[in-house]
C-alpha cells in the first residue's frame, strides 16, 4: 500500500527527472525535492498561517489573564482556551494537521532517494521492482550515474584536499548550518520565551542541526543532498510565506554570549 | 528534566525513523558460500564464519567481535589455505582458513560486492569502485584496470585473461599478466551475474533481458537470446545446454548450438542465483523463498519453500545440499539428498 502509493510514483518521478537531465543524479535529487515540496506548499501555508495563528493568541491578554487565573483549574482553562479559539476563528490543530500530512510525504521522499541509489544486490532488486515497465527501462537506467560533483552519491561524503591528510564532510555541516537555519525560521517568536514549549522549541532547534549532522556524515552523500535541499527551499517558503527575518535568522545568540 | 527527557525521546523516534528508512539493519545480500575439506566459510552480515558442514557448528569467526564492515561475497581460498575476502566497508582481508586469524591487506574506494579470485598467488578482484584490481597476497597492486562504471560481478579467469562484465554493459577481456586491454565488448545491459566458460566461447546474462554468447578471442557477440525479464543470474552449462533464469521467474533450458528453447519453467519469485546443474537434476532458488528441483526434462521434482526469500547458488556438500538465506533466524540450510533439513546456522549475534 505504502508502495504503491508513495514510494513507487516518487521512484518513477524521480528517475524520469534523472533521465531528462541528463542522467545526472544529483541534480535529479535538487529538482525532485524542489518539486515535491512546492506540490506541498498550500499545505506548508496552511500550517505557517496556523502557527502565526496560535502565536497571536498566546500574546493576546485574556489568554496571558486566563492562564495565570485558572493555573490551577484546568477544566475550566481549558474551556476558556476554547471560548477564545472560536472567538478569534483560530483551529488549534492548523498548523499540526499540515505537519503531520506532510511527514509521510518526507518520509516518502527520503525512501524514495535511498531506494534509487540502489548501492547492494538487494536493494537493486527492491529498485527493479519499482520501475513502471512502460515508462522507463531498467536496461537503459542501470548503471545509475551516482557521482555529482566531487561526490559519490551512494557513499558518505568527503572532500579530499591535497594539503589535508583528512576528507571534509562539506555537506554534512551544510546540512548541520542550514537545519539550525530552518528551525530558527520555523519558529514563530514566543510571547513568554521562558513558557515549558518556547524553551522545548529552543532545545530541540540546538539538538536537531547535531543529530541531522550526525545521519548525513554517517550515510549517503544522496541523503545529504536531500537534506540540505530540502532546508534550503523549506527557509525560501518561509520566507515567501513573511516567516523569515533574516536578521534574526543569522543572529546567533549563543556567541554573543560567549564573546 | 521532563523537558529534556521528552527532547531526548523525540530525537531517538527521528533517528530512528531514518536509520530504519536507510534499510540499516536489513540484509544488503546474501551468503557468500565457499566449501573445502568438509568446511563451509561464508560471508555474512558481521564477518566471516568457518562451519563444520557435518553439524552446522561455528568453528570461528572472523573478526572476532562484529564492526561496522559487512562481508557478502563468497571468500576466495587459496592453494597454501588462505581465504581472500573483501567487506562493503570497501577492504579487502586475508584469513588463515584453520585458525580465524586474519588481517586487513587493502583498501578500495568501495564496497567488494563481487567474488575474489586467486590464480597462482594473484588476487583478481573487481570493486564498486569500477577497478579490476590485481594484487599480491600482501595487498600490493600489481596492476588495475578502470571500467566505466560498477563493477559487481566476478571475474573470471581463463588461459591468462580476466573476463569481467561490467555494470556499464562492457565485458572486458584484460590480460591477466599485465592488465592491458585485450578486448571490450558492449552487450547493451549491465552484468551483475557471473560469466561461464564453454569451449570458444563465455556466457552471461545481462539486465537488458538478454543472454549473450560471445566468442573469447575477439569478443564477437555470437548470438542474443531474448528473455521475457532481465537476467541477473550467470548461467550454467551441461551436455551442450544452457540454463538460466530472469527476474520474472521464467527458467530457460536453451541448446548452446542453436538456441532452440528446449523447455520453459515458471518459478513464483525472481530467479538470481546461478542454477547448481547436479546428477539428479536441476537445483535453483528463487525470490518466494523456495528451492526449486527440476529433471533436465523441465519435470518438476519438487518445489521446496526453505525461507522468506531464497537468493543464492545452492552448493553440494559430500552428497548433500547447502543453501544460503537471508531470513531473519537462518543464514544457512542443509539439505540430505531428499530435500530434507539436516541442520540449519542460525543467525550469529
Given at each position: 500500500?505504502?508502495?504503491?502509493?508513495?514510494?513507487?510514483?516518487?521512484?518513477?518521478?524521480?528517475?524520469?527527472?534523472?533521465?531528462?537531465?541528463?542522467?545526472?543524479?544529483?541534480?535529479?535529487?535538487?529538482?525532485?525535492?524542489?518539486?515535491?515540496?512546492?506540490?506541498?506548499?498550500?499545505?506548508?501555508?496552511?500550517?505557517?498561517?496556523?502557527?502565526?495563528?496560535?502565536?497571536?493568541?498566546?500574546?493576546?491578554?485574556?489568554?496571558?489573564?486566563?492562564?495565570?487565573?485558572?493555573?490551577?483549574?484546568?477544566?475550566?482553562?481549558?474551556?476558556?482556551?476554547?471560548?477564545?479559539?472560536?472567538?478569534?476563528?483560530?483551529?488549534?490543530?492548523?498548523?499540526?494537521?499540515?505537519?503531520?500530512?506532510?511527514?509521510?510525504?518526507?518520509?516518502?521522499?527520503?525512501?524514495?532517494?535511498?531506494?534509487?541509489?540502489?548501492?547492494?544486490?538487494?536493494?537493486?532488486?527492491?529498485?527493479?521492482?519499482?520501475?513502471?515497465?512502460?515508462?522507463?527501462?531498467?536496461?537503459?537506467?542501470?548503471?545509475?550515474?551516482?557521482?555529482?560533483?566531487?561526490?559519490?552519491?551512494?557513499?558518505?561524503?568527503?572532500?579530499?584536499?591535497?594539503?589535508?591528510?583528512?576528507?571534509?564532510?562539506?555537506?554534512?555541516?551544510?546540512?548541520?548550518?542550514?537545519?539550525?537555519?530552518?528551525?530558527?525560521?520555523?519558529?514563530?517568536?514566543?510571547?513568554?520565551?521562558?513558557?515549558?514549549?518556547?524553551?522545548?522549541?529552543?532545545?530541540m532547534n540546538l539538538y536537531m542541526p547535531f543529530l541531522m549532522f550526525y545521519l548525513a556524515f554517517t550515510f549517503s552523500s544522496g541523503l545529504s543532498l536531500y537534506f540540505v535541499t530540502s532546508n534550503i527551499v523549506g527557509i525560501l517558503q518561509y520566507a515567501a510565506l513573511g516567516m523569515v527575518d533574516f536578521k534574526k535568522m543569522f543572529s546567533f545568540p549563543f556567541l554573543k554570549k560567549k564573546a | 528534566m521532563k523537558n529534556k527527557l521528552i527532547i531526548g525521546l523525540l530525537l531517538i523516534i527521528t533517528a530512528l525513523l531514518f536509520s530504519g528508512c536507510t534499510g540499516t539493519g536489513i540484509s544488503s545480500s546474501w551468503p557468500g558460500i565457499t566449501v573445502a575439506n568438509d568446511v563451509i566459510y561464508t560471508s555474512y552480515g558481521s564477518g566471516v564464519f568457518a562451519v563444520n558442514a557435518q553439524n552446522g557448528t561455528v568453528i570461528w569467526r572472523y573478526p572476532e567481535k562484529a564492526t561496522k564492515a559487512s562481508f557478502y561475497a563468497a571468500p576466495a581460498l587459496t592453494a597454501d589455505g588462505q581465504l581472500v575476502v573483501g567487506d562493503y566497508a570497501h577492504v579487502l582481508h586475508v584469513i588463515d582458513a584453520k585458525t580465524g586469524q586474519g588481517h586487513e591487506i587493502f583498501t578500495a574506494e568501495s564496497k567488494w560486492i563481487g567474488e575474489s579470485v586467486v590464480v597462482d598467488g594473484t588476487i583478481y578482484a573487481s570493486n564498486a569502485d569500477g577497478y579490476l584490481y590485481a594484487l599480491d597476497l600482501n595487498g600490493n597492486v600489481l596492476w588495475k584496470y578502470k571500467t566505466e562504471s560498477l563493477v559487481w560481478s566476478n571475474p573470471l579467469i581463463l588461459d591468462g585473461v580476466v573476463y569481467q562484465g561490467g555494470m556499464d554493459h562492457f565485458i572486458y577481456a584484460i590480460d591477466a599478466n599485465n592488465g592491458n586491454l585485450i578486448w571490450k565488448t558492449d552487450t547493451g545491459g549491465a552484468i551483475i551475474g557471473n560469466i561461464v566458460n564453454s569451449d570458444g566461447s563465455i556466457f552471461l546474462g545481462t539486465m537488458a533481458k538478454e543472454a549473450i554468447a560471445v566468442d573469447k578471442v575477439d569478443g564477437k557477440i555470437l548470438w542474443r537470446y531474448a528473455a521475457a525479464e532481465a537476467v541477473w543470474s550467470g548461467p550454467a552449462i551441461r551436455d551442450g545446454n544452457i540454463y538460466f533464469g530472469d527476474l520474472a521467474g521464467n527458467f530457460y533450458a536453451l541448446a548452446e548450438a542453436n538456441q532452440a528453447v528446449l523447455w520453459q519453467y515458471k518459478a513464483n519469485g525472481a530467479i538470481v542465483g546461478t542454477p547448481l546443474l547436479a546428477d539428479d537434476g536441476i537445483y535453483f532458488t528463487a525470490e518466494d523463498g523456495a528451492l526449486v528441483h527440476l529433471d533436465y526434462t523441465g519435470k518438476l521434482l519438487y518445489s521446496k519453500p526453505l525461507a522468506d526469500k531464497l537468493y543464492g547458488t545452492p552448493v553440494p556438500v559430500n552428497g548433500k545440499l547447502l543453501i544460503g538465506t537471508t531470513s531473519k533466524d537462518t543464514i544457512l540450510i542443509m539439505l540430505d539428498e531428499n530435500g530434507n533439513q539436516v541442520w540449519a546456522l542460525p543467525q550469529p549475534k
Open positions: 500500500m505504502w508502495d504503491s502509493i508513495i514510494i513507487t510514483p516518487f521512484v518513477n518521478v524521480l528517475l524520469y527527472i534523472y533521465t531528462l537531465v541528463g542522467q545526472n543524479f544529483g541534480i535529479a535529487i535538487i529538482l525532485f525535492t524542489i518539486l515535491i515540496r512546492l506540490v506541498t506548499h498550500p499545505l506548508t501555508a496552511q500550517q505557517v498561517k496556523g502557527s502565526k495563528g496560535m502565536a497571536a493568541l498566546q500574546s493576546d491578554k485574556r489568554w496571558i489573564e486566563a492562564q495565570k487565573k485558572y493555573k490551577d483549574d484546568k477544566e475550566k482553562l481549558a474551556q476558556e482556551q476554547m471560548a477564545l479559539y472560536k472567538e478569534l476563528g483560530i483551529n488549534p490543530f492548523a498548523s499540526c494537521l499540515p505537519t503531520l500530512i506532510q511527514f509521510p510525504i518526507i518520509i516518502g521522499l527520503y525512501q524514495s532517494v535511498m531506494l534509487t541509489l540502489a548501492s547492494s544486490p538487494i536493494e537493486m532488486l527492491n529498485l527493479t521492482k519499482h520501475v513502471y515497465p512502460g515508462f522507463l527501462s531498467i536496461s537503459q537506467l542501470i548503471p545509475l550515474n551516482s557521482k555529482f560533483l566531487w561526490m559519490n552519491l551512494g557513499l558518505p561524503e568527503r572532500l579530499h584536499l591535497p594539503f589535508l591528510s583528512f576528507g571534509i564532510p562539506v555537506l554534512a555541516i551544510l546540512v548541520l548550518i542550514t537545519t539550525y537555519l530552518q528551525s530558527k525560521a520555523m519558529t514563530p517568536p514566543s510571547a513568554n520565551p521562558n513558557d515549558q514549549s518556547a524553551q522545548m522549541s529552543k532545545m | -
